[in-house]
């Protein structure tokens, strides 16, 4: 089993579409975690970090299970621009374990 | 710009030649990593540094590959004796660790590809 597992899709919705991904992560140790955005041969970019309470960012909603070990991410009224993959990052102690990463394709 | 830069930003070598890929991560970070990531793959730890310390390595860091950070500041990978499975895009990221925040900021990254 992988430390880290996302559904790697596709995703394809249209615009104004609500898309939500889920990652599982398998310590229980873990302590951080995060969602980075990466575009086509590009470089992964920071989107949100995710706490335990959740948090939102505009569209971004992020959202943490301990118990279940997993985290979400829900985008609400999709963009063209928001067609990206979504790499789920986990950390704890000295790793950092990153997902394979969900592709999403917005369509018009 | 302020981020993190890595040069060149593409290399190609032919099997068996050492390559060296230079890092120069946001200049107040401590922390310094190298991921390797393939096509459809997420990246990859390799190794990370805390200031000069090489704290963690991957056991995916064979022999052939050695990574510094002399100074604490910038930092080099060196892959010797390349193979085509080595072929990837090398990436670097730097974060502020001692502020509460784990969040790592990546460079445009380095891509390989041995013939």
């Known amino acids: 089993r992988k430390e880290v597992e996302q559904d790697p899709g596709p995703f394809n919705v249209p615009e104004g579409a609500t898309v939500a991904f889920n990652c599982t992560y398998s310590n229980s140790a873990s302590q951080s975690f995060f969602w980075y955005r990466q575009d086509c041969r590009k470089e992964p970019k920071l989107l949100m970090s995710v706490y335990s309470s959740g948090n939102e960012d505009g569209r971004f909603t992020a959202q943490l299970n301990r118990a279940s070990q997993y985290i979400s991410l829900l985008i609400r009224d999709s963009k063209l621009s928001d067609s990206a993959t979504y790499l789920c990052?986990?950390?704890?102690?000295?790793?950092?374990?990153f997902g394979a990463g969900t592709r999403l394709f917005v369509k018009a | 710009d302020t981020g993190v830069s890595q040069d060149p930003r593409h290399k190609i070598t032919k099997r068996g030649q050492n390559v060296t890929f230079r890092c120069d991560p946001i200049s107040e970070h401590n922390r310094l990593y190298w991921y390797r990531q393939t096509l459809g793959q997420g990246p990859e730890f390799l190794t990370y540094f805390q200031n000069e310390a090489q704290l963690e390595k991957s056991r995916l860091l064979s022999d052939r590959f050695s990574a510094e950070r002399p100074k604490g500041s910038f930092s080099t990978l060196e892959i010797q004796r390349t193979e085509q499975g080595d072929s990837a895009m090398y990436l670097c990221a730097s974060s502020l660790v001692g502020r509460g925040g784990y969040e790592q900021y990546f460079g445009p990254g380095t891509r390989l590809t041995v013939t």
């Open positions: 990052v986990v950390t704890g102690g000295f790793k950092t374990i």
